[in-house]
């Protein structure tokens, strides 16, 4: 595990510089200078909201877990901004009349279950003309099970995601670690997504891709380890199920059709 996963401040910043880096500027063509009202769902400790609250954008953002909602909130105020944040669940919470012009969904879908009917609650919170960011790990890439979490030296193993989950269970017992973080792998490993699993589900809940980027080398790795972005060569792009094994993060603007 590796010092980010237990400094959330430290997490909160590199969350921050990688979305003013790479997904502002990504998402600029579409949604222009400053989207009006951004909200991020699973927003955890909010870093990704910061470049938008310092632009002037209305910010919201939710998460499940009360914990990080608190910090978020505490990140912030330190910093001068209030975004509206709540704890919930986005599919079942009452919206109301809120429409979003912009939504943030980053690193969340791989560790939802039922991901068509988050997908189709998103679409109705879309203002007209409105564009759904959504960037995850490809399952099958060397860390696509989130095994980095891991307390151990199984952090630092590329593909043992992809075990039967029987021995996958076995393995992490056998090096030590908790139940709690065992239940999360072993959740992840249920919920996984692939590239063709989520193109599939966003064009069943109404959606239409506006832009794609995969990447054999994911932008956020530019803070974490000081790895410059490189996107996944085009042919290997076009390669249905392999390139899952190279894809280390993908970039998706939607629209609603």
Known sequence: MQKRHTDRELYFEEQSRTSSQYYWPYLQQYVGARPRKVLEIGCGEGGN????AQAGC????????KGRIEQAKAFFQKRGFSPVLWVGDAVTYDWGEERFDLILLHDVI???PDKERLLQKIHAL???????????PAWQMPFGGHQQIARGRLSLCPWIH???ARIYQKLLGWCGETEETVCELLSIKETRCT???FQ?????SGFQVVRRTLFLINPH?????????VVLPFWLSRLPWIRNFYCSGTFYLLQAV
Do not use: T, W
């Open 195 to 197: 590239i063709e699993q």
């Open 162 to 164: 992809l075990l039967p």
């Open 49 to 52: 909201l910061l470049p938008f």
């Open 200 to 204: 599939n589900l966003a064009r069943r």
């Open 221 to 229: 790795y530019q803070v974490k380890f000081g790895l410059s972005p």
């Open 110 to 112: 791989e560790h939802v």
């Open 126 to 136: 879309l203002a007209s003309g409105g564009i759904l960011f959504v960037g995850f």
């Open 58 to 65: 209305q910010v919201y953002g939710m998460d499940l877990c």
